[in-house]
């Protein structure tokens, strides 16, 4: 079993900052990419930022130069700081990791998983 568990969303006024982190556990062979995606009401799931393991990154065009995503990969932990938040960032944020999955005996098929969201809420 793999488990993405998310913390760090909350109530920010506009102007502040949140730091996001989701931490992988389970049955791992390896972890390919991370990312992070946002759902507003309304509106479909979109993705906010991505890196590699190897530690590229892209984001949407959105939050670039206001959002930053990094990754441990001792500790399987990704992480989204974000400031200059803005209302139009409210949403719920969802960690996505690309993984290997281990059964103990082999490599488990390539799969996506996610986490189970956390509200971000930026007040004007």
């Known amino acids: 079993q793999v488990q993405l568990v998310e913390s760090g969303g909350g109530l920010v006024q506009a102007g502040g900052s949140l730091r996001l982190s989701c931490a992988v556990s389970g049955s791992i062979f390896s972890i390919n990419a991370m990312g992070w995606y946002r759902q507003a009401p309304g509106k479909q799931r979109e993705l906010v930022a991505a890196?590699?393991?190897?530690?590229?990154?892209n984001y949407a065009d959105s939050v670039k130069g206001r959002f930053t995503i990094s990754r441990d990969n001792a500790k399987n932990t990704v992480y989204l700081q974000m400031n200059s938040l803005k209302p139009e960032d409210t949403a719920v944020y969802y960690c996505?990791?690309?993984?290997?999955?281990?059964?103990?005996?082999?490599?488990?098929?390539?799969?996506?998983?996610w986490g189970q969201g956390t509200q971000v809420t930026v007040s004007s």
């Open positions: 996505n990791a690309d993984l290997l999955g281990w059964n103990g005996l082999a490599v488990s098929p390539r799969k996506d998983y």
């Open positions: 890196i590699t393991s190897g530690g590229s990154t």
